[in-house]
């Protein structure tokens, strides 16, 4: 889909880019064939697309052997999604919000994440799609930062932690402005992640938060009510000292950690 191709259909469907939900229509091919070669679908992969907006990737991808269910939560464009390809399954719904829709079902997961909410809709994907293989995300480049940084800096927390022991990352591209529209100011970043096989589970994500609950407080501060023996046994294993935070831990540590605990 290139950008006569969008400004078409935006203007026989009466479609404004709505910012309130950080609304960019892609409009390059290039990175659209750059996004899907990198998820590696399979024949007969169960796909989930996150935000399709008016189907720049929702387009070749239905033309494709594969069983795709998108989730809008602009009803306009639900409406227009409905009529595009009125045998796709588009579920109308804040994903945040969405339960019970069979998450442990998708092998891949696609998204284009406003940056607002990248780390709410990443983490929940993290939660639930179990069993993907692929997650291939949209990001603005100055959220990199905030997954892709090393223990000990401001940006290190919980999504940098689970993206880490969630899969392998990879960047595929970067995406200037001129391939949306409107023309954001930012330049974005296609990110893959290969997902392992020993990822995290919801209770060691809910783990990794708490110990990032106050990140002025020592680790030892977040983790109140733990077995103090098993947390001493494990600093002195490791090293540690008493008074460390959550950021000075590496990503292993935590499972580890955990581990320990239980």
């Not at 591209?173 to 020993?198: A, D, H, L, W």
């Not at 407080?217 to 490791?238: H, I, M, V, Y």
Request: proline fraction near 5%; glycine fraction near 6%.
């Amino acid at each position: 889909m290139n950008r006569e191709q969008v400004l078409q259909i935006m203007k026989e469907n009466k479609i404004l880019p709505e910012a309130g939900f950080g609304q960019n229509f892609l409009c390059d091919e290039e990175i659209i064939s750059s996004i899907i070669k990198a998820a590696d679908i399979k024949p007969g992969d169960k796909v989930l697309e996150i935000g399709p907006g008016i189907g720049a990737l929702t387009e070749p991808l239905s033309k494709m052997d594969l069983d795709l269910t998108c989730v809008e939560i602009d009803k306009r464009l639900v409406s227009y999604l409905r009529k595009a390809h009125p045998d796709l399954n588009v579920i109308d719904s804040d994903f945040l919000k969405l339960k019970n829709y069979e998450a442990d079902k998708f092998d891949v997961v696609i998204s284009n994440l406003p940056y607002y909410i990248m780390t709410d809709i990443m983490m929940k994907v993290f939660e639930e799609e179990v069993n993907a293989r692929k997650i291939v995300y949209m990001v603005e480049e100055a959220a990199l930062d905030r997954i892709l940084c090393e223990s000990g800096t401001k940006s290190y927390g919980p999504l940098a932690v689970v993206s880490e022991l969630y899969g392998g990352i990879r960047i595929v591209t970067k995406v200037p402005g001129t391939c949306f529209v409107p023309q954001p100011r930012t330049t974005s970043t296609v990110i893959c992640f290969s997902c392992y096989e020993n990822r995290p589970d919801k209770a060691l994500m809910e783990f990794i938060k708490k110990c990032f609950a106050q990140r002025r407080k020592t680790l030892s501060n977040n983790l109140k009510g733990c077995d103090k023996d098993k947390f001493k046994a494990w600093l002195t294993e490791t090293g540690y000292e008493e008074g460390i935070r959550a950021e000075v831990l590496e990503p292993c540590d935590f499972r580890d950690l955990y581990k320990a605990l239980k």
